[in-house]
């Protein structure tokens, strides 16, 4: 039933010119290129209402997202705006536009209308019969990638255009031997699916869009539904969804595509930065509307982005603004070392809690999840409730978990919990046999006692020898913590190389832990700061059930959020940008939009830390250099501290 008790929208009175100028244009293609904050969202709500509101057949409207949520959400913003004729507008994700495509059209393709989509936990079974079961066999099958990092090679693959091997040397070299017999399994799972009718996610673009444009006549139906496109984060599409939109639009080209490529960076899921950039080639003609009014930020914030950004090698030139040109200058701090960064962390924290504003209005960022370690570790010594977003907390990491169990038993023999999940570990030991032999183990007066009640003649004997004798060794090691840690690193590596397909990265989070452990002086002193509660218990009771919680969060998680303040950690060369980017140019230059995602997040207060030295193990106390995106600022953008 059609709304009609609303009175008429005033469209130029109710957003800024850019906005308007956006909303209100004509037919064909049009790119938005939306600055962080500047109202993104309730453009392309009122984009929908005003196509709607003067005359265009809502069923002939695609509102393309990257999230259901995301279409839902801004459908539903649209229906409460104009009326209900919104709701026959079409709202999906590219998968689901493609898939709708496959099921009506599937016999074009000799594919039953009937086809099964395979989610990723059936791709992935799909995947392991065919890694076990190709022939020739694969000869080294312990050490061969598992199913889901078979299916991430062979997704990007698909999604970047690149060959496996070239996402192997990318991603993760060490499988560059196994390019070939990934190539076999590929094929293998490209001939399984079409046996038995059944897609996967890629395929719902693959197929769609070859359809597309192979079919005069399917191409021709599809225009002819779809009149008016609008596109979400078009600098997150990957080449093929950019393929798709060009096809969808074929005959009419009337497209609006709304993102920012300042915003891109998501390149490690695919995400082609050059596809905004090429928008006005696909789309002859295209007129370019720029939303520069920052909604969200202080003035002083938005002179620190736009330092950031003007120094982009590539990219559409914007000038982000805010009506709120009073406000604090951001603050550059310079801590001496990476424990004072977070002592910092927590001073803000106290001021917060002091002056009653919720602790959910400041977050600390980061480029990798690594790099809050050592603040988790004092978050936890001082009982600050926190939650983390991008990357699991750091000890309750399952490889961090097990390297500290090994750790506290040789801290104390009798810790039966952490004896049990060390002997999990050994192969034909199961649940019941680790309770067992934990209970045995745990009432030893020492290792050497250990081994010496270590059943024998069992499958499982020679490994637990192996164990025993390693943390035997560890225990009686003169050396620093560093170094015992070193030595347990070196005996752990066999098992994460059999156990994790990204075993090179929880390696580098095993040496953090390694370097965190180096200012103290015992094992137990060390062991008790890096302990938590049980992650049921994410509050402290002594909180009074307040869940209120500080928020940490990678860079890339926090895209899209906003907070109060907004303090950036590590703001150093080799933190970021990350040293893996510094051999391609275009690699680098996401890690300057890095810097500006994180910037423009702040409403109020930025603080950018750069702590003065770091401590590298093997060198001690060395100095840092600030991150060169910072260095470009003028100083007198920032307070500094």
């Known amino acids: 039933m059609i709304s009609s008790n609303r009175p008429p929208i005033n469209y130029e009175r109710e957003m800024n010119l850019s906005q308007f100028e956006a909303v209100s244009s004509g037919d064909g293609p049009v790119l938005v290129i939306a600055g962080a904050g500047s109202g993104k969202t309730r453009t392309i709500v009122y984009r929908v209402a005003w196509l709607v509101d003067h005359g265009v057949d809502p069923s002939s409207i695609l509102l393309l997202t990257f999230t259901r949520k995301a279409s839902q959400e801004m459908l539903g913003r649209a229906i409460r705006l104009l009326d209900n004729r919104v709701a026959l507008v079409s709202g999906g994700t590219f998968h689901s536009v493609g898939a709708s495509i496959l099921r009506k059209y599937s016999r074009f393709i000799d594919l039953e209308s009937s086809f099964t989509i395979l989610d990723q936990s059936d791709s992935h079974d799909v995947l392991d019969m065919a890694r076990k079961g190709i022939s020739p066999p694969i000869e080294d099958l312990k050490a061969f990638p598992k199913p889901r990092t078979i299916s991430e090679i062979i997704s990007r693959s698909i999604g970047t255009g690149n060959s496996i091997q070239d996402i192997i040397m990318q991603r993760c070299p060490h499988f560059e031997s196994f390019g070939p017999d990934i190539e076999r399994i590929r094929e293998f799972y490209e001939n399984f699916k079409k046996s038995h009718h059944s897609v996967d996610y890629d395929d719902l673009l693959t197929l769609s869009t070859e359809l ?155 480029r990798a999840g690594f790099h809050s370690f050592d603040l988790e570790a004092e978050l936890t010594k001082y009982r600050c409730p926190y939650v983390k977003y991008g990357g699991f907390k750091f000890v309750e990491s399952a490889h961090i978990k097990d390297a500290i169990s090994h750790l506290r038993v040789i801290s104390n023999k009798n810790d039966k919990i952490s ?130 919680r500080l928020v940490l969060s990678t860079i890339h998680s926090a895209k899209g959020l906003e907070w109060g303040t907004v303090v950036l950690i590590w703001a150093t060369e080799g933190k970021i940008p990350s040293p893996m980017s510094l051999g391609d140019p275009d690699d680098l230059e996401e890690e300057r939009r890095l810097v500006y995602v994180a910037a423009t997040r702040a409403k109020d207060r930025l603080v950018i830390v750069v702590p003065q030295t770091t401590y590298d193990r093997r060198l001690g106390v060395i100095p840092t250099s600030t991150s060169r995106f910072i260095e470009e600022i003028p100083a007198d953008y920032f307070e500094t501290r």
């Open 212 to 366: 597309i444009e192979t079919n005069d006549r399917v191409r021709e139906d599809i225009c002819n539904r779809w009149s008016h496109i609008l596109v979400d984060e078009y600098q997150d599409t990957n080449r093929l969804q950019a393929r798709m939109v060009r096809l969808l639009a074929d005959g009419h080209d009337n497209v609006m595509a709304v993102g920012d490529d300042s915003q891109s960076i998501y390149s490690f899921r695919g995400a082609d930065f050059k596809n905004i950039m090429r928008f006005p080639e696909l789309f002859s003609g295209a007129k370019i509307i720029k939303l520069e009014e920052n909604f969200r930020s202080v003035q002083p914030i938005l002179e620190v982005a736009n330092g950031i950004i003007q120094r982009a090698e590539t990219g559409f030139h914007k000038h982000l603004f805010s009506r709120r040109k009073n406000g604090c200058k951001p603050i550059l701090a310079r801590p001496f070392s990476e424990k004072e960064q977070s002592l910092l962390i927590l001073r803000i924290v106290n001021e917060y809690l002091q002056n009653g504003i919720p602790l959910s209005e400041l977050a600390v960022l980061f």
């Open 419 to 548: 004896w049990a999940r060390v002997l999990k570990l050994i192969p034909h030991v199961g649940n019941k046999t680790a309770q067992t032999l934990a209970s045995l183990f745990s009432g030893a007066s020492d290792l050497e006692e250990v081994a010496s009640v270590t059943p024998k003649g069992k499958k499982y004997s020679d490994s637990v020898n192996s164990l025993v004798n390693a943390l035997n060794e560890i225990s009686l090691l003169d050396g620093n913590l560093p170094e015992k840690i070193d030595c347990l690193i070196r005996f752990l590596t066999p098992y994460l190389q059999a156990a994790y397909d990204n075993y090179p990265k929880r390696l580098r989070e095993l040496d953090q832990l390694a370097q965190m452990s180096a200012p103290y002086k015992s094992l137990v002193e060390f062991l008790n700061d890096v302990a938590i509660e049980p992650p049921e218990r994410e509050i402290d009771e002594d909180w009074q059930g307040n869940q209120d």
